[in-house]
């Protein structure tokens, strides 16, 4: 099972942190990655983790995924956050090789999303 919190409302250039709790799973034996989604559009790959990292093109330099093994979670710092940002972001893990990182369908396991609204 999967929980991610942190989200909220948050002006232009403002920061986040963003959490994924899992149980029932351990991260180290999985991919962790981050995806969000605004009403009408599909969902769209953010950042992933398994140890190494693979972030999508607009978040590199202002995004940071990192996870905590000892505690089974992984966090998403979101800094200099832009109006564009505003989704509701989902946390999910998988078993996938690298290269498919970025696709839904390498994730099996999903948690309920949190919403994050940047304000211009």
């Known amino acids: 099972q999967l929980q991610a919190s942190g989200g909220g409302l948050v002006q232009a250039g403002d920061s986040l942190r963003l959490a994924c709790t899992v149980s029932g799973l351990r991260i180290s034996n999985y991919v962790v990655g981050w995806f969000r989604q605004t009403p009408g559009e599909e969902r769209e790959f953010v950042a992933a983790?398994?140890?190494?990292?693979n972030y999508r093109d607009s978040v590199k330099g202002r995004f940071t995924i990192s996870r905590d093994s000892a505690k089974n979670m992984v966090s998403l710092q979101m800094n200099n956050l832009k109006p564009e940002d505003t989704a509701v972001y989902y946390c999910a893990a998988g078993t996938a090789i690298f290269s498919s990182w970025s696709r839904e369908r390498a994730y099996a396991y999903w948690g309920q999303g949190t919403l994050v609204t940047v304000s211009s």
């Open positions: 983790t398994r140890g190494n990292t």
